[in-house]
């Protein structure tokens, strides 16, 4: 099946400092990927679309300028938490979906997530 | 809007034991159904899917009808194992959305 790769898998950063994580799709182009966020014992909270050379789309209560995304390349799909405090740690995945051929099932591949620990 | 319901709470049950975890929806148009599973520390794996109703996905051992009629998608697995112990989400996409829509996960716990 298709791979999605996440990379830190974990981090652990000060109160203040900026975090990147990266999305790839190993093995299939992707013009659309997804960033979730998972509180403990909860489900995935849909964060934002990320759109391949255009702006990410963000849901409602989610600041972008706080999760800067960044969708470079058909490949790759970067999370940037921005000034990060002890409140946005959490575990943060990603997902993509194969370009369209023929009907669209709506079928995502999810990387194996990064968790965020901040002090 | 779409939605998704699972049971409440954890579930713990022994070796060999038969689980059902239920799942109902609500969507506009014909959904395609989803169960994901997520073992301790990792992300998300698809475990079955079904796109139109009457449906049955399956795989390892799992399987879940889509029932149109009660909209409903219940998990089954007829002799669980160890290592069936996870976080198992039931999801929805509606036709042509990209977006996925989670219920809030069950924990299943399975003893030895």
């Known amino acids: 099946g298709a791979v999605v790769s996440q990379h830190p898998s974990r981090v652990i950063c000060k109160s203040g400092t900026s975090v990147k994580i990266e999305c790839r799709s190993l093995?299939?182009?992707?013009?659309?990927m997804f960033w979730y966020r998972q509180f403990p014992k909860q489900s995935l909270m849909l964060m934002a679309t990320?759109?391949?050379?255009?702006?990410?789309?963000?849901e409602q209560g989610v600041e972008k300028d706080k999760f800067l995304i960044n969708h470079a390349s058909l490949t790759l799909s970067t999370l940037t938490v921005t000034s990060a405090h002890p409140e946005d740690s959490s575990f943060y995945i990603c997902?993509?979906?194969?370009?369209?051929?023929?009907?669209?099932?709506?079928?995502?591949?999810f990387g194996e997530g990064s968790r965020l620990t901040v002090l | 809007g779409n939605s998704v319901t699972q049971m409440e709470g954890p579930v713990t049950l022994s070796e060999e034991a038969f689980l059902t975890i239920n799942c109902t929806y609500t969507?506009?148009?014909?959904?395609?159904l989803f169960w994901y599973v997520q073992y301790p520390g990792e992300g998300l794996q698809l475990l079955l899917k079904?796109?139109?109703?009457?449906d049955k996905g399956s795989n390892k051992g799992f399987e879940a009808t889509y029932r149109k009629e009660t909209t409903s998608f219940h998990l089954e697995k007829g002799s669980v194992q160890v290592s069936d112990s996870a976080v198992y989400f039931c999801?929805?996409?509606?036709?042509?959305?990209?977006?996925?829509?989670f219920g809030k996960g069950n924990q299943v716990v399975v003893i030895p």
């Open positions: 997902s993509a979906r194969p370009q369209p051929k023929g009907v669209n099932t709506g079928e995502l591949f």
């Open positions: 093995d299939f182009q992707a013009t659309t």
């Open positions: 990320s759109n391949e050379g255009s702006k990410a789309t963000y």
């Open positions: 969507a506009t148009g014909y959904p395609s």
């Open positions: 079904a796109t139109k109703a009457d």
């Open positions: 999801a929805l996409s509606s036709y042509g959305n990209n977006r996925l829509a």
